[in-house]
């Protein structure tokens, strides 16, 4: 899973590693003569060969700073301490930024990782002590997190707490799976006891209905019909009426999938909203759609502000660059991922939890 992504964020670390081992070895050859004052505190073993490098020899007039070889001045190493300038990290996070932007992740967002990423790793004395790549990890593992943070909502938490019947609304293009998802978060909550009722809102497309119907029944889950072409703000409301006067705890909304570009359907998803007054809004997307996905999560969210997304089909072949992007672009956390077409597939999103996959050997 993610494996783009995730083999783009080793090649960095690998990248840097090697680049460091590098330079410490060029260092440790090249100390005796340049840096006395390093040297006096260490065993005399550790004292370059008598044979260095010829080219440091040169390059390196005495008492001068040891030019870094491959970071070409960029790295200081002092009593075991690394330190990165701005320029040294430039060519590697602009290759890290590149791969970014070919496993999914927006601009912006890209940006943002290489900002967080360059200020984790400059300027600052790192100690050695472990792996140069624990320390790249740490700052990519930090830049990623801080994205995937903003504004958090526990989705079982919120649940929890909120008044009774809590409504959700779920809304997306055609076919990103929405109706497997209700299905799956019925079953979720019903795992979790609560009582559930589904809400039929998808009156547009032909079946929508009866498959939705089909999942209901699967889960003995009541499910509110209309026909076909009718309201779905008048299907979710008498759905959530019900639910009030059957003290059920949980509606979940079925929407028609819609284009972001069809202004009447987006029309129709603001009466939806001003109407049943939701307690939640969820976009649903494919995380295998990419930089698609996160451009119609924004101009979803712009036009029915949304509390968070679930993104489906986590299982196949997803870059995971969806993920981080839409939590940037939009503002609003992942709240579920689909891994699959059982209803236990569903996980809920957790940022260690999706940062560790991306880090896994
Ligand atoms: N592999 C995989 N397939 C999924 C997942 N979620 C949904 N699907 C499949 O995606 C297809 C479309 O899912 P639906 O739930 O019908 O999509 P929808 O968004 O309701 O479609 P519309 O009603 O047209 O808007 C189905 O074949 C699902 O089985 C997932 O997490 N993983």
Redesign the pocket.
Known sequence: MFDKLKEKLNDFKKTIDDKVKSVTQAEKEQKPETAPETRAQEAPQAAAPAQAPARAKETAPAGAKQPSGIFDKAVALTRGELILSEKELEGPLWDLEMALLESDVALPVAESIIETVKKDMTGQRKKLLSSTGDMTEDALRHAISDILNVNTLDFDEFVRNREKPVTIIFI??????????IAKLGQYLKDHNYSVAIAAG?TF?AG?IE?LERHAEKLGIKMIKHQQGADPAAVIYDAVAYAKSNKKDIVLA?T??RLHTNINLMDQLRKISRVVKPDLVIF?DEAIAGNDAVERAKLFNDAVPINGTIL?????DSKGGAAISIAHITGKPILFL????EYK?IKKFETGWFVDRLFER
């Open positions: 997306g293009v055609n076919g990103a799976g929405k109706t497997t998802t998808d497309r929508a498959q079925d028609a999938g649903v489906t089909k986590a299982d196949a689909g891994m699959g077409q597939d």
